[in-house]
């Protein structure tokens, strides 16, 4: 069971929008900055969306994030089928003194 | 160019030690959080412990007590020494840089599969 909640999996046609959501607490979400990572299969993470909402160097503008109060959530537009990956948010719990994150949302572009 | 490359993975019997190795480079380990962060066979991310960039350390909750963090800042190595370890251990182990929040986990090394097994 992880300590922040995502939906499993999340499908959408190329061409268009998904948004993945990620819920939390007061003591994670609600109390620090929200990562987001990409992983293709037998692959390490790689981080998409840093502080909330901004994106690293390479990260082209079609990802997103946003935060508010206790949940954050991921946008991706213009959907490729190379986007097809599963997707997990993380942050800090200042109750549990660890880093948390989600169960994790596989993408599938139809 | 930041690399991290993990060592030190294997198939280790319930009640045996190992202890995992991350070589760091294109960046000073002591002036950075560094974590771990491990992935069981077809599940998600679960982060296993942290050294700070003053020499803190912190651990999740399902190995605090059996697993040890460390740096050797002249080698820029981090390492976890796993003891006691139990087939629930069996993971892909990640190094990272950061630590989550306002630590952002921005670079990862490929992992370093660790099977505890009879």
């Known amino acids: 069971q992880s300590v922040l909640t995502q939906p499993p999996s999340v499908s959408a046609a190329p061409g268009q929008k998904v948004t993945i959501s990620c819920s939390g607490s007061?003591?994670?979400?609600?109390?620090?900055?929200v990562s987001w990572f990409q992983q293709f299969p037998g692959t390490a993470p790689k981080l998409l969306i840093y502080e909330n909402n901004k994106r690293p160097s390479g990260i082209p503008d079609r990802f997103s994030g946003s935060k508010s109060d206790t949940s954050a959530t991921l946008g991706i537009t213009g959907l490729q089928t190379g986007d097809e990956a599963d997707y997990y948010c993380g942050t800090w719990d200042n109750s549990l003194n660890a880093g948390v994150f989600g169960g994790g949302t596989k993408l599938t572009v139809l | 160019e930041v690399q991290l490359v993990e060592t030190g993975g294997g198939l280790i019997q319930p009640g045996g030690s190992l202890r995992l190795s991350c070589a760091a480079s294109?960046?000073?380990?002591?002036?950075?959080?560094m974590s771990w962060v491990r992935q069981a066979p077809g599940k998600g991310l679960e982060w296993v412990a942290l050294?700070?960039?003053?020499?803190?350390?912190k651990y999740a909750d399902s190995v605090k007590g059996r697993f040890t963090i460390s740096r050797d800042n002249s080698k820029s190595t981090l390492y976890l020494q796993m003891n006691s370890l139990t087939p629930e251990d069996t993971a892909l182990y990640y190094c990272?840089?950061?630590?989550?929040?306002?630590?952002?986990?921005?670079?990862w090394g490929q992992g370093t599969l660790v099977t505890v097994s009879s």
């Open positions: 990272a840089r950061g630590a989550g929040g306002r630590h952002p986990l921005d670079y």
């Open positions: 007061s003591s994670n979400i609600g109390n620090d900055y």
């Open positions: 294109g960046f000073t380990v002591s002036s950075n959080y």
């Open positions: 050294v700070s960039s003053g020499g803190n350390t």
